[in-house]
């Protein structure tokens, strides 16, 4: 009898080991920690740049998003995930950041910021968009996408800017995470 549970086990395990890492995107989705966030490997926080890169003076600065993305089966380090603005406006000494993503919420072109106009303009369909990310004018039905910042100490005591980047639908007037 103990045998045949051997005989069976010597079977069938090494088929479920070597199921796990097929099987793994599909678990991962199932445990709710899928790419929902465009792609990046994990739902954290990503680094974005030094503070001290950021002029407080209100003006909208663009970023590229670099983070570990997942692909199917594998993890690619260090890609270009996403683009954002970070904007910085200071509020008696103390650093305040926000960000937006630079999806156009329309179809997803990349927007750009119109110094002249103050504003952030789609070159796609001439969507615009205020300097606090509501929507303007053009095709788009929601504002600019923000994101949560957070700033953080670097072992060194530098202060850095750190961005939950997240894609979301476009064409909605409701935020609804990529999936
Ligand atoms: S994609 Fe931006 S206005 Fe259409």
Not at 46 to 56: F, G, H, K, Q, Y
Not at 58 to 77: C, E, H, Q, S, Y
Not at 92 to 108: D, I, M, T, Y
Not at 141 to 159: I, M, P, Y
Request: charged fraction near 20%.
């Amino acid at each position: 009898m103990l045998a045949g549970i051997g005989t069976i086990a010597a079977l069938f395990l090494p088929i479920v080991f070597a199921a796990g890492p097929v099987l793994d995107p599909w678990l991962r989705r199932r445990r709710g920690s899928s790419t929902n966030n465009g792609g990046v490997a994990d739902r954290s926080f990503v680094r974005i740049a030094p503070l001290d890169a950021l002029a407080a003076d209100g003006v909208p600065r663009f970023f590229p998003v670099i983070a570990n993305k997942m692909d199917a089966w594998t993890t690619l380090p260090q890609q270009r995930v996403g683009a954002i603005f970070l904007v910085r406006k200071d509020d008696q000494g103390e650093p305040r950041v926000a960000a937006f993503s630079a999806a156009c919420p329309h179809l997803g072109c990349i927007v750009d910021f119109n110094a002249q106009q103050q504003q952030f303009a789609c070159p796609c369909h001439a969507a615009a968009f205020g300097l606090d990310g509501a929507r303007v004018s053009g095709p788009s039905k929601r504002g600019l996408d923000a994101l949560d910042v957070e700033l953080r100490k670097s072992e060194d005591g530098t202060a850095e800017v750190y961005v939950a980047y997240q894609r979301f639908r476009p064409g909605l007037d409701v935020r609804v995470p990529l999936g």
